[in-house]
């Protein structure tokens, strides 16, 4: 999907869309409904959807010290909405100017002027420009004037509170990825390259892939079952260890994948790891064989869980 840059005033080349508005860190259930009225809503004119952003996080301008890490890199959140059916991804860095545009401006500005919206679509709790002064009315109110209609989408509620990022990352650092893959309607991922490592996993008969992660945000520390997938490759069963590898006097926190029935190099590939479940905490072991005799354990724990059946094919790259 395309990613375009814009600036304020400027003519994105977005031929009348229908534009939703938000951080979309995660994509998660609640942007999907954003996405999904904005899909219908130019549904009768056939035009392009655009997902207008901001980069960095307002946050990170407005108040650093608080800002939250972000669940997915720019280039992941692009994937995900374009393969639910946006056109583009608008992106509007925000700045401390940025910051203090009225809402006039940034609707004039930046909606009309540089996406050229047609239809917006945003939260029934949006807001925006400087102090978070506009709202939804307002917001009405300038698109007529402007050219374009509005649609508030009510919060998507689950578990009786609004779907939230803050919410599945409360989720991630409790080690709950089940949960969390409940609000984002799939499972929580995280991409890296596969780096060389001490080559212990292979030592003691179970290989590993040490991956150097993208992402800001990891789930609490443990062994999870997971799916793990080179780009265009089907995803292969794992059993994954994010920790700190505390048997062999490990410091940094670090991702190690064993993919199920698989002989292969994967040094210096695209790995992304799924995590589906967590299976027990990390913790340290007496001696290597012990560690060896629970990894096994972890293994069949994750084929229960990824209903993989043993055999599922031994080859050389994903």
């Known amino acids: 999907m395309q990613i375009v840059r814009i600036a304020p005033g400027t003519p994105a080349g977005f031929v009348r869309p229908a534009v939703t ?112 002064s506009g709202d939804v009315g307002g917001l009405v109110r300038l698109g007529r004037d402007l050219g374009f209609d509005v649609l508030a989408v009510p919060a998507l509620v689950a578990g009786g509170t609004a779907i939230s990022s803050s919410r599945i990352r409360q989720l991630l650092g409790r080690g709950d990825v089940a949960g969390a893959a409940e609000l984002l309607g799939r499972g929580y991922f995280v991409d890296g390259t596969v780096v060389k490592g001490d080559g212990r996993g292979r030592t003691i008969g179970i290989p590993t892939a040490n991956v150097a992660t993208e992402n800001e945000v990891l789930p ?32 940094a ?38 560690l060896v005799k629970q990894i096994g354990d972890d293994i069949q724990e994750a084929r229960r869980h990824l209903h993989a059946a043993p055999g599922e094919g031994r080859v050389v790259g994903l």
């Open 21 to 132: 508005v938000g951080n979309f860190d995660g994509v998660h259930r609640g942007h999907q409904a954003l996405l999904s009225a904005a899909l219908a809503r130019n549904g009768e004119d056939a035009g392009p959807v655009v997902v207008l952003t901001f980069d960095p996080h307002p946050s990170r301008i407005l108040q650093a010290e608080r800002a939250p890490a972000a669940l997915m890199t720019l280039a992941q959140k692009a994937e995900v909405l374009g393969e639910m059916g946006a056109s583009a991804l608008a992106v509007l860095p925000f700045t401390a100017e940025t910051a203090q545009a009225s809402p006039e401006s940034f609707a004039r500005d930046v909606l009309a002027a540089a996406v050229g919206a047609r239809h917006v679509v945003v939260g029934e709790t949006f807001r925006f420009g400087a102090s978070r």
């Open 220 to 251: 609490l520390s443990g062994v999870y079952a997971c799916r793990a997938r080179t780009p265009g490759a089907a995803p292969r069963s794992g059993v994954a260890n994010l920790g700190h590898r505390p048997t062999f006097g490990g410091k």
């Open 253 to 290: 926190l670090g991702l190690e994948v064993h993919l199920l029935d698989f002989d292969g190099d994967l040094y210096g590939q695209e790995l992304r790891v799924t995590f589906v479940e967590r299976l027990r905490e990390e913790r340290a072991f007496a001696s290597a064989a012990d």
